[in-house]
């Protein structure tokens, strides 16, 4: 085969053939430590979840039809919002309860960071979706003097807490639900849900985000299929990811709480339980947090 062929196909494959595939040959392994090759990668892989458990963090890979629950590690610990900056690795977390300070760690040091109230205006509900693109975190957030909704920007080099861009949806009711996502890499997705109706529209950005242009919105989808999940108020929150015109989400099952994956796609919505493979294990699932990944090259350092 021609290399420009041999290469697109070897872009397309699943992150867990091109590990394998390093051993091949000297130019394969070259390949797959170029940059152009990871950025291409990066940006046709389907995205998977991770889900934790009390003890046990699994994956989950929707395009296995089972739906298998693929155990990776051991934890205790939850879900944490993390970039790493500069060699330096940074999470950030927030205390909603006075006074409202924002604590960042960085690697083997801890520190508060004091916000006043009108600087740093979050959303109404604990379960706000976070999205780490660039080096910075974002959120939905609402002005409570205000009442205007926008992006929320947490700078993680700076440590500077800034407004990004208001939202369309200023008329919504409070009661509907707004989920923040990153899209195709670069941009960001937003689910909206009616209350009312139960109706899903998808809204993308046009370009990629970067702070020297504004955010234009379009609507990329609307979903109206009957079954579709209510997802106001979820005790573990929503995550979700767009795939070939398709959404897939991670919830809470509308009556049991127990977590499901959610694929709708046109007048159609279909729900498969977590952990139905594993016997009793979404019996004994007594708490979770979950969230979307996309699997690439980026490797932790041993010492992290």
């Known amino acids: 085969l021609p290399w420009e062929l041999e290469e697109e196909i070897l872009t397309r494959l699943p992150t867990k053939f091109l590990v394998r595939f390093r051993t091949v040959c000297k130019q394969w ?18 995205p998977q979840f991770i889900l934790l458990t009390k003890y046990t963090i699994y994956s989950i890979d929707i395009t296995d039809p089972t739906m298998k629950l693929l155990e990776r590690h051991t934890s205790r610990l939850g879900l944490i919002s993390m970039e790493v900056v ?6 950030l977390e927030y205390f909603r309860s006075p006074p409202e300070d924002q604590i960042n760690c960085a690697f083997q040091t801890l520190r508060f960071i004091d916000t006043p109230d009108e600087d740093m205006p979050m959303s109404e509900t604990t379960k706000s979706s976070h999205v780490s693109l660039n080096g910075n975190l ?9 009442r205007e909704y926008f992006i929320q920007s947490s700078d993680f080099s700076s440590e500077i807490f800034k407004p990004v861009c208001l939202l369309s ?8 639900e707004h989920v923040l996502a990153v899209f195709k890499g670069d941009r960001f997705s937003l689910l909206m849900q009616s209350y009312l109706t139960r109706k899903i529209e998808i ?15 379009m609507k990329l ?4 299929a009957t079954n579709l999940p209510k997802l106001f108020n979820k005790l573990y929150g929503v995550s979700y990811f767009i795939y070939d015109k398709t959404l897939v989400m991670c919830c809470g099952d509308d009556e049991s709480g127990k977590p499901c994956i959610y ?6 919505c279909n729900k498969i339980h977590i952990g139905a493979d594993l016997n009793s294990l979404a019996s004994r699932i007594t708490w979770f947090s979950h969230c979307a990944y996309v699997p690439n090259w980026t490797s932790v350092p041993l010492e992290f």
Not at 86 to 91: E, I, P, Q
Not at 221 to 224: A, D, I, N
Request: some cysteine; aromatic content about 14%; glycine content about 2%.
């Open 203 to 217: 809204w993308v950005t046009k370009r990629k985000i970067d702070d020297t242009e504004e955010m234009v919105w």
């Open 263 to 268: 694929i709708v796609k046109g007048d159609t």
């Open 169 to 176: 949806f200023q008329e919504s009711p409070s009661c509907d």
């Open 138 to 146: 974002y959120w939905i957030a609402c002005n409570r003097q205000t």
């Open 221 to 224: 989808m609307t979903l109206t």
């Open 86 to 91: 500069d060699n330096v690795y940074k999470m």
């Open 29 to 46: 392994n070259s390949l797959f430590n170029d940059r152009s090759f990871i950025y291409n990668h990066l940006s046709l892989p389907r």
